[in-house]
Structure formats: C-alpha cells, structure tokens
C-alpha cells in the first residue's frame, strides 16, 4: 500500500518514507565528454538504492554528484525538498552524508580505532587547544564519542581487531573498517561505492549481512554502486541501471532484470 | 577452608551457594565481561538479582518443576545466570554445544523434550526454528542479543531482558512460588544434564545431581587450596563438563570471578589482559600456542632467536624440578633466573599466564613434549583425568609430583579399581546418576555398587600410586605378531610437531603400523609465505612435494623415539600419506571437543587404508564434506603415500602383566 507521498511498508515489514533525495535532469561533463547525461532519480527514506552499470557507465561520477564532490553542469541536487547549494565535503558530513571508497581511503599507519574514531570528527565540538590538553569538556566528547565508535566495532564484529593497525589488515577487513568509519558518523544518508569489490564469496556474504542489519537496526538510507548483479539484486529496494552515462533503467530488481535494455547493456547486442 | 563450615549442611543447591556468596561476599566481583571496549562487572549481589529477575520470568513463562530449559550460546555472564534461574524455577538446565549443526541439535533437544530454550543470538534462534518442527514440547525461545531478530515473528519468541522486566513486575505474585521451588532443591536432585558427545553414537544426557556437583567442586578446590580471588576466564564450551565446574560448581563454592572474552577471537587478547590465577585448556590450546610461538620466532631477529633457543634448552632442562622444589646447581639456578627476565617471563606474559598458579590440561592426553614446555616457563602446569560421568575428577597431579606420563593420584573422595582386561573404574561422590532415558547405557556403564567403567586402558604404578593411562581401551589393540598397538602414543608425538595438526595411526591386529597426517595450516602457511612457494588451497599446500618431505622427516624422528619405548617399538610408522582435508566435526570425524573419531574415519576413507597397505605409491580418493551452514559437497584429490624409515627392532615377547 502506498501513501500519498510514496511511502510504503516493504514485505519484510520496513517502512520506507517520502523523498530524502532526488536528483533533477544531471548532465556532468569533463571537457567535451558527457559522463552522465540528464538523469534524474529520486533516493526514499530508509531504501537500499542502487546504482549498476558495465564499467564506464557514470556510476562512480554519479555518487560523486551525489555526495557533493562533482558539482553538475546542468541539472540540480535536491535534498529534503530544497535544491542544495555548492558544499565543501565537510558541510556534506554535517549534512549526515558518508561514503566509503572503491579503492580503500584509510589511514593505514594508525589502528582500527583510531581511524573509525575520525569519522565522529564532525561530531567534536571543543577545539584544538582544549583536545590537546584533553580536559574537562574534550575528556568528556571523547569519551562519548568512543562510546558510539565501541558500538559501532561491535556492530560490525572487529574487535578482534580494534588496535592494530590497519596497514596490515586484509583487503575484506580493510573495507569493513572503513565502512566502520562511515558509520561512526551516524549518517543519515550512507554512500557506498563498491562495497563488495573484489572480494571472496564469503566475505561478500558478510558485507550483505552488514548492510542489511545497518539498513534495519539504524533506519539508515544507503545508496550504493555494485556491478555484482546477483549481489545487488538481493539487496536493494530499488535499482537505477546505468550504461554510457545514461539512465536506461529504474525500478525494482525484478522490473530492471525483465528490461530488455538492461540485458542488452549487460550481455552486449549484435549490431 | 573458611566457608565451608558454617553451614555447609544447608548448601545444598547453586542457588544456595549464590544466596551465601550474595550474602557474605556481595560487593565481589562475581561475573566479568568485555563489552563495548570496557569489562563490564556484576557483583554477586547484581548476580542474584539477575538471577532471581529470570527465575521469575520463566515460571511466569509456565516453566514448571522437572522441565529442561536448554542453553546455546558462547559463554557469556547472562548464559550462566540462566543456569541458576532455571534451577531456582525448579527446572534443569541443559547447555549444548553452540557450533553443533541443526541435526544433532534435533537429536539433543528432541531427546530432553526441552520446553525453553534460551539462545544467544540469532544463529542459534534461527537453528532451533529450523528444526521446530521436529521438538514436540518446545514452546519458548528466549534471546539474548537482539540483533537481526526485531523482524521475526515474536509470539513465540522473548529477549532475554523483556523476560527478566516481566519477571520483575510479577515479583509480588510469584516471588512466594520461587521461594517455595528453591526451597525444594535437595542435594539429589539434578543439578545439570550435559550431553556427551561420545566417541562413538549417539550423545547421551548425562544428569548430575547437586550432590555431584557440590561434593566435586569442593573437594577439588581444596585439593588445589582455591580461594574467593581466583580470576578465571571462561572460553571453554558451556556444555562441556569441565566448564561446568570450573565456571558454575568451583565459581559458586569459591566465590572466585568468572571472565567473559569479548569475542570467541579476542580470546588471547583478553587472557592477556585477565590473567587468570586458575587456568584450564585442553592439550590442543597448548599445541596452539606453542605453534604460534614457534612462528613468531622463526620471523624474528637473530639476537631473539638465539636467545629462545639457548634458553629453552636450559628451562627444559631444570624448570620443571624447579617447579617441584628439587635441588638445582647455583650455575643454573642463576641463568634460570636470567632467562627468567629475558625469555620466560616474556613469554608467559604474552600467554596471558603469568598469574597462574594453578594450571590445568585434560581431555585428553598431552604430548610430552609439550608439557614439558610449558612446565618449563615455570608454569605449574598439571594433568588431570576425568569424565563427564564423574562431574570431571577422576586423578589429579598434586602439586611438586608432577609428570608427563601419569595423571596423578586419585582425586580426594575417589576409588579407583583396575580390571582383569586393564580397564579403569572408579567410584567416588561425583558419579553421576544416569543417564536420561537409557537406562541399559546406565547400566552397563555403572555397576550396583556404584563403580563407573571409564572405557580407559591404564595401570597404577607402583611406588608412586599415580594412574598411567594407556589408551582409550577399545583403541589399545595388538599388532598381528602380539605387541601392544596404542595409537594415541604415537599420534601424540606426532602432534608435537607444530607443523602435524591431527595424526590417526592404524594397526589393529595388522603386522605393520600406518598413519593419515593433517598439516596445520597456520604452520606450514607461514613456511610457504617465507620460502615463497604459492598455494591456493589447503588440499594443495597438504600436497607440495616439500611439505611431504618435511612430514616425512618428522615421522622417521617419531619413529625413532617410538623405538625406544620397548612395549610399544611395534607402533612404528611404515607408510604414511597426508590428507586432503582437515578432519571436521562437522564431518562427524572429530568430536566436538576434537577427540579422533577412529571407527569413523577409518570406514570413511577405507579406499585411502587399503592404498596404504598394498604398495600403491599414489591413491585417487573422493570424500564427502559438510559445510557450517549445513550444506553438503565433496572434494576429490590424489594423494601420494610415502614410506618412512624405520628403526628396526629385535620382535620380543610382551609380558601381559
């Protein structure tokens, strides 16, 4: 049953609600070449949104117009019913937006801890002087900020983990920390670019299950990008498909699998 | 000791030592657990009130007197309080192995017709709604770590805290009913029913009564002169005998605290951080250890590995008769206590043992070798022997009488007999009192005067009074020419080896002896990343021609050693291959406490057996496998089968006595 705003129950009994973004007619140019043109989507409250696409679709440019980091040359970013202004990344963290990255960001001379705890940096209020001397008010954030940080290495089971570093870290663990460090932040809105990227079927397993119980437990919305078909197909509420730019499909797994556009970008067409 | 004179008559029941530790030690830490980065800590005080909040939940759940309420689940502080509240409730309580399969799990709970379950986390819930169909009287499910279960359907299906807070707001109807239930609890009444997984067939539900438990607890704590401030960490299964007393039974009659590790991987983290005072672990922990040590080593500097090696021969050669207070040369008392400082005391800290005082390993027997290292630390590592039958103690190692080769006297309280055939019984207050639903097993297992055959070949040697226990009896064999066969001897010199994980020797009635091998891939993935040789499976590393050699000097080392054990010279290993595939419980190969399951695999790989005695140089072998969630496969291989050198030996005539 849909509501006059489009939100619904899901069948497995969670509630999506009304538009929390919505992307207006975005053309991204470099130089002379469109990476994404005039596309438009909207992303719901609570969904698991995806974006796929072959290689050299847009998909990564289009998560970057979202995040804030590309700034479109036509079209406009729409987010809680107001067009969004020009943002340094920053601003974009406040806004409750977090990403994590195809090809691992962390810091990888400092530990587990350390480097989750610097997604709760926007959440710190005292300033440099009274952190380094950390007393009174800055003793008492970190505290309270750890606390939230300890929850989330719980959540995501690395505790194991929590002080080595992460440079020595296997790749599977590595994106599990960093999407540690996305959640630290307590986003509302959460972007992952690639999440399963190269890793083992098992793993992937274990990323599925993470994503699934960060969407249940938090609310939280996630938007990501995938090319592993099976793997977004189990996942998400609702897929964009994109091929060279474009948009050439939109709606729920089944309705994107039976489009005959999307097969075709998929397993190439004679001409 | 102090406490257990006063009113020792009216302990009659875990509840009632919880009252009296409540009561005299309140403000104690009872119960630890890391959460969150941080240990957490329950008092006895906070314990009983837990306890009694749940008690009180579960009568009002309709749980009724004799009912079984089964527990799965690691070990965690609010898993063991459930022990105590479903004896309060009048139930008994039963723990399972969390890692056995759904199927097994059927067997158990179906068998203890357990109305309650209470459950971890949402793979043991899930486990158990798999296989609802099949428990007749299961009604409720109760969770402890809601994660992933807010979706599930909950009319059946309660958290842990939602039942403890209706518990609490029912207190002033029900609180005369629990009160009335605890009240009854008499010193025969079961305590705990513990399923063993037996080496072979079906588990059967041990009960235990209070008498077991208590009478056990209490004369092993004096045994080893226990107080209220031991620190011990709780990592072993909870339906594990052994955890049961250490954990429950000596916790409650000490009043000592019980740790929980953050996560079954933190698990050496957290011993660190402990160190415990009372420690306990199976002979494959310390294999482990020594393993990882070992690789440590190998990856360190030269200084560092000269060090270890200088010094580990000094403390192999006079730790342990420091250890037992034996006259040592100053010399080499002064560089003990040198490598004290440089070697040992590092290295036990590491271990998270160095505040350990008293030191236990059982379960099965412990390679020599081993043993000795870890004596050699100056640690007071002992050996006892036991059973689930006999609510663990059988014998014991006293303090300054320790060895590797016996295991110990008899326990305060225990008789021991041996059989004509050289099978041990024993009798003592801690036997148990059936098992459920067999009364044929009860019976064969125990006779009417109470003696309880344990299954074990052995002696008592003479002058010393300590038990040797040879082999499992049914295992100990003659070779065709009439020397003894006793596999386990030489599997376990085998083990030493941290590069062997698992050996099972055969030769029953045979004229010669064989061996299938499992690598431990922790040790011999670390020698290939040094030496840079590439490998993408396990089957494939167990199959490099240099892992071959290497197990294959190993064996003829064994060999050796084996040769000069006159009784058992015969049990030299002719041919040997290395499998495939680790053996899994999850194959039924091993069982959950990882004991050989021989009857087992030899049947399951009977193709490999026949290769290893009629000359093949190479067999082509298929083999089923599960995996964790269940699912079946199966992988197939060649293997390559090697002979060994043996020392040959002038064949002899073994006296039987």
């Given at each position: 049953?849909?509501?006059?705003?489009?939100?619904?129950?899901?069948?497995?009994?969670?509630?999506?609600?009304?538009?929390?973004?919505?992307?207006?007619?975005?053309?991204?140019?470099?130089?002379?070449?469109?990476?994404?043109?005039?596309?438009?989507?909207?992303?719901?409250?609570?969904?698991?949104?995806?974006?796929?696409?072959?290689?050299?679709?847009?998909?990564?440019?289009?998560?970057?117009?979202?995040?804030?980091?590309?700034?479109?040359?036509?079209?406009?970013?729409?987010?809680?019913?107001?067009?969004?202004?020009?943002?340094?990344?920053?601003?974009?963290?406040?806004?409750?937006?977090?990403?994590?990255?195809?090809?691992?960001?962390?810091?990888?001379?400092?530990?587990?801890?350390?480097?989750?705890?610097?997604?709760?940096?926007?959440?710190?209020?005292?300033?440099?002087?009274?952190?380094?001397?950390?007393?009174?008010?800055?003793?008492?954030?970190?505290?309270?900020?750890?606390?939230?940080?300890?929850?989330?290495?719980?959540?995501?089971?690395?505790?194991?983990?929590?002080?080595?570093?992460?440079?020595?870290?296997?790749?599977?663990?590595?994106?599990?920390?960093?999407?540690?460090?996305?959640?630290?932040?307590?986003?509302?809105?959460?972007?992952?670019?690639?999440?399963?990227?190269?890793?083992?079927?098992?793993?992937?397993?274990?990323?599925?299950?993470?994503?699934?119980?960060?969407?249940?437990?938090?609310?939280?919305?996630?938007?990501?990008?995938?090319?592993?078909?099976?793997?977004?197909?189990?996942?998400?509420?609702?897929?964009?498909?994109?091929?060279?730019?474009?948009?050439?499909?939109?709606?729920?797994?089944?309705?994107?699998?039976?489009?005959?556009?999307?097969?075709?970008?998929?397993?190439?067409?004679?001409? | 000791?102090?406490?257990?004179?006063?009113?020792?008559?009216?302990?009659?029941?875990?509840?009632?030592?919880?009252?009296?530790?409540?009561?005299?030690?309140?403000?104690?830490?009872?119960?630890?657990?890391?959460?969150?980065?941080?240990?957490?800590?329950?008092?006895?005080?906070?314990?009983?009130?837990?306890?009694?909040?749940?008690?009180?939940?579960?009568?009002?759940?309709?749980?009724?007197?004799?009912?079984?309420?089964?527990?799965?689940?690691?070990?965690?502080?609010?898993?063991?309080?459930?022990?105590?509240?479903?004896?309060?409730?009048?139930?008994?309580?039963?723990?399972?192995?969390?890692?056995?399969?759904?199927?097994?799990?059927?067997?158990?709970?179906?068998?203890?017709?357990?109305?309650?379950?209470?459950?971890?986390?949402?793979?043991?819930?899930?486990?158990?709604?798999?296989?609802?169909?099949?428990?007749?009287?299961?009604?409720?499910?109760?969770?402890?770590?809601?994660?992933?279960?807010?979706?599930?359907?909950?009319?059946?299906?309660?958290?842990?805290?939602?039942?403890?807070?209706?518990?609490?707001?029912?207190?002033?109807?029900?609180?005369?009913?629990?009160?009335?239930?605890?009240?009854?609890?008499?010193?025969?009444?079961?305590?705990?029913?513990?399923?063993?997984?037996?080496?072979?067939?079906?588990?059967?539900?041990?009960?235990?009564?209070?008498?077991?438990?208590?009478?056990?607890?209490?004369?092993?704590?004096?045994?080893?002169?226990?107080?209220?401030?031991?620190?011990?960490?709780?990592?072993?299964?909870?339906?594990?005998?052994?955890?049961?007393?250490?954990?429950?039974?000596?916790?409650?009659?000490?009043?000592?605290?019980?740790?929980?590790?953050?996560?079954?991987?933190?698990?050496?983290?957290?011993?660190?951080?402990?160190?415990?005072?009372?420690?306990?672990?199976?002979?494959?922990?310390?294999?482990?250890?020594?393993?990882?040590?070992?690789i440590r080593m190998e990856d360190a500097g030269r200084l560092k590995h000269w060090l270890f090696k200088r010094f580990m021969e000094l403390g192999r050669k006079v730790g342990p008769q420091l250890l037992d207070g034996k006259t040592v040369s100053a010399w080499d008392r002064f560089l003990y206590g040198l490598g004290n400082i440089l070697v040992y005391s590092p290295i036990r800290n590491r271990a998270g043992m160095s505040r350990v005082r008293v030191g236990y390993t059982a379960g099965e027997a412990i390679g020599p070798e081993i043993?000795?290292?870890?004596?050699?630390?100056?640690?007071?590592?002992?050996?006892?022997?036991?059973?689930?039958?006999?609510?663990?103690?059988?014998?014991?190692?006293?303090?300054?009488?320790?060895?590797?080769?016996?295991?110990?006297?008899?326990?305060?309280?225990?008789?021991?007999?041996?059989?004509?055939?050289?099978?041990?019984?024993?009798?003592?207050?801690?036997?148990?009192?059936?098992?459920?639903?067999?009364?044929?097993?009860?019976?064969?297992?125990?006779?009417?005067?109470?003696?309880?055959?344990?299954?074990?070949?052995?002696?008592?040697?003479?002058?010393?009074?300590?038990?040797?226990?040879?082999?499992?009896?049914?295992?100990?064999?003659?070779?065709?020419?009439?020397?003894?066969?006793?596999?386990?001897?030489?599997?376990?010199?085998?083990?030493?080896?941290?590069?062997?994980?698992?050996?099972?020797?055969?030769?029953?009635?045979?004229?010669?002896?064989?061996?299938?091998?499992?690598?431990?891939?922790?040790?011999?993935?670390?020698?290939?990343?040094?030496?840079?040789?590439?490998?993408?499976?396990?089957?494939?590393?167990?199959?490099?021609?240099?892992?071959?050699?290497?197990?294959?000097?190993?064996?003829?080392?064994?060999?050796?050693?084996?040769?000069?054990?006159?009784?058992?010279?015969?049990?030299?290993?002719?041919?040997?291959?290395?499998?495939?595939?680790?053996?899994?419980?999850?194959?039924?190969?091993?069982?959950?406490?990882?004991?050989?399951?021989?009857?087992?695999?030899?049947?399951?790989?009977?193709?490999?057996?026949?290769?290893?005695?009629?000359?093949?140089?190479?067999?082509?072998?298929?083999?089923?496998?599960?995996?964790?969630?269940?699912?079946?496969?199966?992988?197939?291989?060649?293997?390559?089968?090697?002979?060994?050198?043996?020392?040959?030996?002038?064949?002899?005539?073994?006296?039987?006595?």
């Amino acid at each position: 049953m849909k509501d006059t705003d489009g939100s619904y129950i899901t069948e497995d009994g969670r509630k999506i609600g009304g538009v929390v973004m919505e992307m207006k007619n975005i053309t991204l140019k470099f130089g002379g070449v469109n990476a994404i043109s005039d596309i438009s989507f909207d992303i719901r409250e609570g969904e698991i949104r995806a974006i796929i696409g072959p290689n050299g679709a847009g998909k990564s440019s289009m998560l970057n117009v979202i995040s804030g980091f590309y700034i479109p040359q036509e079209g406009e970013v729409w987010f809680h019913g107001k067009p969004r202004p020009q943002m340094k990344p920053y601003e974009v963290a406040r806004q409750g937006i977090a990403r994590t990255f195809q090809n691992i960001a962390l810091f990888e001379g400092m530990s587990v801890l350390d480097n989750v705890m610097t997604g709760r940096l926007t959440h710190m209020k005292s300033g440099l002087f009274a952190q380094a001397i950390w007393k009174g008010r800055a003793e008492k954030e970190e505290i309270a900020n750890r606390e939230i940080v300890e929850k989330v290495i719980d959540f995501l089971e690395i505790q194991a983990i929590r002080k080595t570093p992460v440079a020595g870290l296997p790749y599977g663990l590595k994106k599990r920390v960093e999407l540690a460090r996305a959640l630290a932040a307590e986003p509302r809105l959460l972007l992952l670019d690639e999440p399963m990227a190269g890793m083992n079927v098992e793993e992937k397993e274990d990323m599925c299950r993470f994503i699934l119980d960060v969407n249940d437990e938090f609310g939280t919305t996630i938007a990501l990008i995938e090319h592993d078909m099976g793997v977004v197909m189990d996942l998400s509420d609702r897929v964009v498909v994109m091929d060279y730019g474009k948009k050439i499909g939109d709606g729920t797994p089944e309705e994107v699998r039976a489009n005959q556009e999307v097969i075709d970008a998929y397993l190439g067409v004679q001409h | 000791m102090a406490q257990s004179q006063g009113g020792a008559s009216a302990l009659l029941s875990l509840p009632a030592l919880l009252n009296r530790n409540a009561t005299q030690f309140g403000t104690k830490p009872a119960f630890r657990e890391k959460e969150f980065g941080i240990w957490q800590t329950w008092t006895w005080a906070d314990v009983e009130r837990e306890v009694e909040a749940l008690a009180l939940g579960l009568i009002q759940m309709g749980v009724g007197k004799g009912d079984f309420v089964a527990i799965i689940g690691r070990n965690r502080p609010h898993l063991y309080w459930a022990v105590v509240a479903i004896e309060r409730a009048g139930a008994i309580p039963v723990p399972l192995y969390q890692d056995s399969g759904a199927e097994e799990m059927a067997y158990v709970l179906d068998h203890c017709g357990a109305k309650v379950v209470v459950a971890s986390d949402q793979e043991q819930v899930d486990k158990v709604f798999e296989i609802q169909g099949k428990l007749h009287q299961f009604e409720h499910l109760i969770y402890l770590d809601p994660r992933g279960l807010r979706k599930y359907d909950h009319s059946h299906l309660h958290r842990f805290s939602d039942v403890q807070e209706k518990g609490r707001a029912a207190r002033d109807d029900l609180i005369r009913e629990l009160e009335a239930r605890t009240a009854a609890l008499t010193y025969d009444d079961p305590c705990v029913m513990l399923y063993t997984s037996g080496t072979t067939g079906k588990p059967k539900g041990v009960v235990l009564s209070n008498r077991n438990i208590i009478e056990s607890s209490k004369a092993s704590s004096e045994f080893d002169k226990l107080t209220k401030d031991e620190e011990i960490l709780a990592y072993l299964p909870m339906a594990w005998v052994g955890d049961f007393i250490f954990s429950v039974g000596q916790a409650y009659w000490n009043g000592f605290c019980v740790n929980c590790p953050e996560s079954p991987e933190t698990m050496y983290e957290n011993l660190h951080e402990i160190a415990p005072t009372y420690f306990f672990a199976p002979p494959r922990y310390f294999e482990e250890r020594i393993t990882i040590l070992t690789i440590r080593m190998e990856d360190a500097g030269r200084l560092k590995h000269w060090l270890f090696k200088r010094f580990m021969e000094l403390g192999r050669k006079v730790g342990p008769q420091l250890l037992d207070g034996k006259t040592v040369s100053a010399w080499d008392r002064f560089l003990y206590g040198l490598g004290n400082i440089l070697v040992y005391s590092p290295i036990r800290n590491r271990a998270g043992m160095s505040r350990v005082r008293v030191g236990y390993t059982a379960g099965e027997a412990i390679g020599p070798e081993i043993f000795d290292f870890w004596r050699s630390l100056g640690i007071n590592l002992k050996q006892l022997y036991g059973q689930t039958e006999a609510s663990v103690f059988i014998t014991q190692q006293p303090d300054n009488e320790v060895r590797a080769d016996t295991v110990g006297v008899p326990s305060p309280g225990v008789e021991l007999r041996i059989d004509e055939t050289g099978e041990v019984f024993y009798r003592s207050p801690g036997v148990f009192v059936e098992y459920y639903k067999n009364p044929e097993s009860t019976a064969s297992t125990k006779d009417a005067e109470g003696w309880v055959a344990t299954g074990d070949a052995g002696f008592i040697e003479d002058g010393t009074g300590h038990l040797r226990i040879i082999d499992r009896a049914k295992d100990v064999g003659k070779m065709a020419d009439g020397a003894m066969f006793a596999p386990k001897y030489v599997e376990n010199k085998l083990k030493f080896y941290p590069n062997i994980l698992e050996a099972v020797l055969f030769g029953n009635e045979r004229t010669e002896c064989v061996a299938f091998i499992n690598i431990d891939l922790t040790a011999v993935g670390n020698w290939a990343e040094r030496n840079n040789i590439a490998y993408s499976s396990y089957q494939e590393l167990a199959g490099h021609p240099q892992v071959m050699e290497t197990v294959q000097a190993h064996v003829e080392e064994v060999n050796k050693s084996v040769a000069e054990d006159d009784m058992l010279s015969g049990c030299q290993i002719h041919r040997f291959v290395i499998l495939h595939k680790e053996l899994d419980a999850d194959d039924g190969e091993l069982t959950r406490t990882r004991k050989v399951r021989r009857r087992i695999i030899e049947e399951k790989y009977a193709d490999i057996v026949v290769a290893l005695y009629d000359g093949s140089k190479e067999i082509a072998t298929k083999t089923e496998v599960t995996y964790e969630d269940g699912r079946k496969g199966s992988i197939s291989a060649v293997l390559e089968i090697r002979d060994a050198a043996v020392v040959p030996v002038v064949p002899q005539k073994v006296a039987a006595e």
